[in-house]
């Protein structure tokens, strides 16, 4: 069964500064996409970005960007010019494209603090 | 989020009682799925449904049970609550491979 471990539970960042989240999985598949989810404390569930594995280029979407290494199974997420809004639980996940389900599978989350 | 929606919102109820949580959809997508959120545990599926009448377990499926006779309607059953199952309760569809949507969630208290 695949795994996703966040190693971080809690991180800070200064407002306008950059920060990392890691995150590793562990899988025998070759074919799968991997999610970084945002959890404000309004509890919605905000898809941030998103990779296949099959490609090598490294998503982006605006100030969030993922730094995906399939040999090493890792895949962290860099969040550029911090705001106060970004301020939430982050999850990474995983989904097998095999087995007729692609159910996700959740690290434990990493909850991120922007100072002002 | 537009297109699927969990009630109740939250709820409270005594140890010994069933419950049945409700994911309606708008999206008439296959695949939809119930998870609980604890804290230190993330999201941990509990069952999910690939189609009509088509469910099969997560990996805390104990003590639940789901049941799907429409495409847009996914039932999570408690059969007998427990404080164990005191919880956060999220619904997904997906449109796999692009994105899985959630619900607003359901606070449950067994009490």
């Known amino acids: 069964a695949q795994t996703v471990t966040q190693s971080q539970p809690e991180m800070s960042v200064q407002e306008a500064e950059t920060v990392t989240l890691s995150c590793t999985y562990d899988?025998?598949?070759?074919?799968?996409?991997l999610f970084w989810y945002k959890q404000p404390p309004s509890r919605q569930m905000i898809l941030v970005i998103r990779?296949?594995?099959?490609?090598?280029q490294n998503a982006t979407e605006n100030r969030f960007s993922v730094n995906f290494q399939k040999a090493a199974k890792s895949f962290s997420l860099k969040i550029s010019d911090s705001q106060l809004g970004d301020a939430a639980m982050y999850f990474c996940?995983?989904?097998?494209?095999?087995?007729?389900?692609?159910?996700?599978?959740f690290g434990k989350g990493t909850k991120l603090t922007v100072n002002p | 989020d537009a297109g699927i929606t969990q009630s109740p919102r939250h709820k409270v109820t005594e140890t010994g009682t069933p419950v049945t949580l409700r994911c309606h959809q708008t999206?008439?997508?296959?695949?939809m799925y119930w998870y609980r959120q604890d804290p230190g545990h993330g999201l941990r599926l509990i069952h999910y449904?690939?189609?009509?009448?088509?469910?099969d377990k997560g990996e805390v499926s104990d003590g639940y049970s789901v049941s799907r006779s429409k495409t847009e309607d996914f039932l999570l059953t408690l059969e007998s609550a427990t404080s164990s199952q005191t919880s956060v309760y999220f619904c997904?569809?997906?449109?796999?491979?692009?994105?899985?949507?959630f619900g607003s969630g359901t606070r449950l208290t067994v009490v």
């Open positions: 997904a569809i997906s449109d796999h491979p692009y994105g899985y949507t």
């Open positions: 899988t025998s598949e070759s074919d799968y996409y």
């Open positions: 990779q296949e594995a099959y490609k090598q």
């Open positions: 996940a995983y989904s097998s494209t095999q087995g007729g389900s692609e159910k996700l599978v």
């Open positions: 999206e008439n997508h296959r695949y």
């Open positions: 449904s690939y189609g009509v009448k088509d469910t």
